[in-house]
């Protein structure tokens, strides 16, 4: 809540909080350009669970998503129970999806204002590190896609919020705090490991503004407590350890997991590899990464309020980055999501540390027009980048094609063909059956009932029968039996004896589209 004193923020608390709904809402359904097999596949569980209690494969209310392999995935289900609603509203489809992570986006940007004067004791902070998170490309990319990497960031800024919102003089809040937190440890992997290192960190260096005495820190700590029994035996059970087979280090010996985890830390610490690797990032990003950041850590020291809320917050930064250090060598814009908010937050407050002493020497410059004018500028071109679809793909044959908006056309096509059989190459594609359940859409209980899934040898899932729909290598598909229907990438070439259509897939270096043809 803002303080009586300091109402003149409020209108920009507010303009800050439009732009971020702007951003996040105005043409959801088509920005980012398509739809991908994860939002597919989380809309198609949330369709699932509505209609039935169980998800796809038949397994009645699910903390995690087998989605496509029981054995590697256990993706987190809060992306699909957070689109229930939504789809109960809009029925199942891309908006449904991504409305949540929209809100959770917005969240965000709340969270971090308030999180940022709390930290610092100055509005100016928390609204700036709001604004630059709301235009941030990265954080834009995150809050437009039905995916769960969004929530990290969110439930642990807003569990910070209740918590430091807590230590001052709001006991009753640390129940919210642990709530933020725990639900967090059920939404994207690596939060599994953030969260408690985050959380403990903060704890210990707070313990002494803990009000122990009132009744809200007792049933805070129980709550706690009991979640953490519950964590650990759930951790044996349902979350399994699917993804941590992904941590890189761990699939070599001991000396070239120490080299692969060297190279991973010098990765992350580079700032040239943040541009070149998977992190969507604008101009305010690049002053705030290369800029603000370093100079909140050099000069924190010495303001003598600071170094307690220094160590904190590097051991987000640490927290934060672990995750995605054991897993890859190129910073990853979704498992590092944990970083957004304090990221942010540490790059302004750094900026007002270093501008400080020199805008009170220059105060006959008109300092305030000249920064905003900046911002605006730099703002726009970060806006501008971030409108262009290639934002949101990765170009190149080879790639799983990850955002076809060309899908609802395809699968149009075929549910109007009188074919008792399709048949879909799958050599360059991933998992397109989830595309056919949801945007036919499949009805849950005969997908839970009626598919057919093969393990592949690397132990992912594929589905290879869906109805009349059958999922198979160029190779198996080739047949001259009359009726059956196709479904491939390709240009000149086609398996059927007839061409229905061709449908061109935009956005690659080279022309490509999806064929479709029949036997005679």
Same mark, same amino acid.
């Not at 100079?295 to 220094?310: C, D, E, K, T």
């Not at 595309?435 to 997908?447: G, H, K, Q």
């Given at each position: 809540?803002?303080?009586?004193?300091?109402?003149?923020?409020?209108?920009?608390?507010?303009?800050?909080?439009?732009?971020?709904?702007?951003?996040?809402?105005?043409?959801?359904?088509?920005?980012?350009?398509?739809?991908?097999?994860?939002?597919?596949?989380?809309?198609?569980?949330?369709?699932?669970?509505?209609?039935?209690?169980?998800?796809?494969?038949?397994?009645?209310?699910?903390?995690?998503?087998?989605?496509?392999?029981?054995?590697?995935?256990?993706?987190?289900?809060? %992306?699909?129970?957070?689109?229930?609603?939504?789809?109960?509203?809009?029925?199942?489809?891309?908006?449904?999806?991504?409305?949540?992570?929209?809100?959770?986006?917005?969240? !965000?940007?709340?969270?971090?204002?308030?999180?940022?004067?709390?930290?610092?004791?100055?509005?100016?902070?928390?609204?700036?590190?709001?604004?630059?998170?709301?235009?941030?490309?990265?954080?834009?990319?995150?809050?437009?896609?039905?995916?769960?990497?969004?929530?990290?960031?969110?439930?642990?800024?807003?569990?910070?919020?209740?918590?430091?919102?807590?230590?001052?003089?709001?006991?009753?809040?640390?129940?919210?705090?642990?709530?933020?937190?725990? !639900?967090?440890?059920?939404?994207?992997? *690596?939060?599994?490991?953030?969260? *408690?290192?985050?959380?403990?960190?903060?704890?210990?260096?707070?313990?002494?503004?803990?009000?122990?005495?009132? @009744?809200?820190?007792?049933?805070?700590?129980?709550?706690?407590?009991?979640? !953490?029994?519950?964590?650990? %035996?759930?951790?044996?059970?349902?979350?399994?350890?699917?993804?941590?087979?992904?941590?890189?280090?761990?699939?070599?010996?001991?000396?070239?997991?120490?080299?692969?985890?060297?190279?991973?830390?010098?990765?992350?610490?580079?700032?040239?590899?943040?541009?070149?690797?998977?992190?969507?990032?604008?101009?305010?990003?690049?002053?705030?990464?290369?800029?603000?950041? @370093?100079?909140?850590?050099?000069?924190?020291?010495?303001?003598?309020?600071?170094?307690?809320?220094?160590?904190?917050?590097?051991?987000?930064?640490?927290?934060?980055?672990? @995750?995605?250090?054991?897993?890859?060598?190129? @910073?990853?814009?979704?498992?590092?999501?944990?970083?957004?908010?304090?990221?942010?937050?540490?790059?302004?407050?750094?900026?007002?540390?270093?501008?400080?002493?020199?805008?009170?020497?220059?105060?006959?410059?008109?300092?305030?027009?000249?920064?905003?004018?900046?911002?605006?500028?730099?703002?726009?071109?970060?806006?501008?980048?971030?409108?262009?679809?290639?934002?949101?793909?990765?170009?190149?044959?080879?790639?799983?094609?990850?955002?076809?908006?060309?899908?609802?056309?395809?699968?149009?096509?075929?549910?109007?063909?009188?074919?008792?059989?399709?048949?879909?190459?799958?050599?360059?594609?991933?998992? *397109? %059956?989830?595309?056919?359940?949801?945007?036919?859409?499949?009805? *849950?209980?005969?997908?839970?009932?009626?598919?057919?899934?093969?393990?592949?040898?690397?132990?992912?899932?594929?589905?290879?029968?869906?109805?009349?729909?059958?999922?198979?290598?160029?190779?198996?598909?080739?047949?001259?039996?009359?009726?059956?229907?196709?479904?491939?990438?390709?240009?000149?070439?086609?398996?059927?004896?007839?061409?229905?259509?061709?449908?061109?897939?935009?956005?690659?270096?080279?022309?490509?589209?999806?064929?479709?043809?029949?036997?005679?």
């Amino acid at each position: 809540m803002v303080h009586p004193r300091e109402q003149h923020f409020r209108p920009l608390i507010f303009c800050i909080i439009v732009l971020a709904a702007l951003l996040r809402f105005v043409q959801l359904g088509s920005i980012p350009y398509g739809i991908n097999q994860d939002e597919a596949g989380r809309a198609y569980e949330a369709y699932s669970l509505l209609k039935t209690g169980h998800d796809q494969h038949g397994v009645p209310w699910p903390l995690t998503l087998e989605a496509f392999s029981k054995a590697h995935d256990n993706a987190s289900a809060i %992306s699909a129970y957070a689109a229930i609603p939504f789809t109960a509203l809009l029925g199942p489809g891309v908006y449904a999806v991504r409305l949540p992570s929209a809100i959770a986006g917005v969240l !965000l940007v709340i969270a971090t204002m308030f999180l940022g004067k709390r930290l610092s004791g100055s509005w100016w902070v928390g609204l700036l590190a709001g604004f630059f998170l709301s235009v941030s490309p990265w954080h834009l990319t995150l809050s437009r896609t039905g995916h769960e990497a969004v929530w990290l960031p969110t439930l642990f800024s807003l569990g910070a919020v209740a918590y430091f919102s807590a230590l001052d003089k709001r006991p009753w809040l640390l129940p919210f705090a642990a709530l933020a937190w725990g !639900l967090g440890f059920f939404g994207y992997g *690596p939060g599994k490991l953030f969260f *408690p290192l985050a959380a403990l960190l903060t704890v210990i260096l707070t313990i002494r503004r803990i009000r122990w005495r009132h @009744p809200a820190t007792w049933v805070t700590a129980a709550v706690l407590g009991g979640l !953490l029994v519950l964590l650990f %035996s759930l951790s044996i059970g349902q979350l399994g350890t699917g993804r941590f087979q992904e941590v890189s280090i761990f699939q070599v010996g001991i000396t070239s997991g120490i080299r692969q985890l060297g190279i991973n830390i010098l990765s992350y610490v580079n700032p040239v590899s943040w541009f070149l690797g998977y992190i969507s990032v604008g101009p305010l990003d690049w002053l705030i990464f290369l800029i603000g950041v @370093p100079f909140f850590f050099l000069l924190a020291r010495h303001n003598q309020a600071l170094p307690r809320i220094r160590t904190i917050m590097l051991g987000w930064f640490v927290a934060a980055l672990l @995750p995605a250090i054991l897993t890859d060598a190129n @910073p990853h814009q979704l498992r590092a999501s944990g970083l957004l908010s304090f990221l942010y937050i540490a790059g302004v407050w750094g900026f007002t540390l270093m501008v400080r002493p020199l805008v009170t020497r220059l105060q006959q410059l008109h300092w305030k027009l000249i920064g905003i004018t900046t911002t605006v500028v730099l703002g726009a071109v970060g806006l501008a980048l971030f409108v262009s679809p290639s934002y949101f793909m990765r170009t190149g044959y080879g790639q799983p094609y990850a955002y076809t908006p060309e899908m609802p056309r395809v699968v149009a096509v075929l549910k109007g063909l009188q074919a008792p059989e399709v048949r879909i190459v799958d050599d360059h594609l991933n998992q *397109p %059956s989830i595309f056919f359940m949801l945007l036919i859409p499949w009805d *849950p209980a005969t997908v839970q009932a009626d598919t057919r899934v093969e393990q592949r040898p690397n132990g992912w899932n594929r589905t290879t029968r869906l109805g009349r729909y059958t999922f198979c290598r160029l190779e198996e598909c080739a047949t001259r039996a009359p009726g059956v229907a196709f479904l491939e990438i390709a240009n000149e070439t086609k398996l059927g004896t007839r061409l229905i259509e061709r449908i061109p897939i935009q956005g690659f270096p080279k022309p490509l589209n999806w064929t479709i043809s029949i036997n005679d």
